[in-house]
């Protein structure tokens, strides 16, 4: 859950797939061999685990908020 935080903090909110590979990274690390498969409602249980975390789906820039960053433009 920290990591999902830490990524977020970065700009970087990690998306489900990146999250499930995580997860299978630190099993593979902590058991060192293959880990096993995650279930068909492994996400749903994380997060009803983890209340703090959220799906949210991403959305597209107006074209005008870009323009509102572009120091050039200002």
């Known amino acids: 859950m920290k990591w999902c935080f830490g990524q977020d903090n970065i ?6 797939d990146m999250v499930k590979d995580m997860v299978l990274h630190l099993e593979r690390k902590h058991i060192g061999g293959p880990p096993t498969p995650l279930g068909k ?13 959220a799906i949210k789906l991403s959305t597209q820039v107006e074209g005008q908020c870009v323009y509102v960053n572009d120091p050039d433009i200002l």
Do not use: E, K, N, T
């Open 41 to 53: 409602s492994w996400v749903s249980q994380f997060l009803r685990r983890h209340p703090r975390l």
């Open 11 to 16: 700009g970087l909110p990690p998306g489900l």
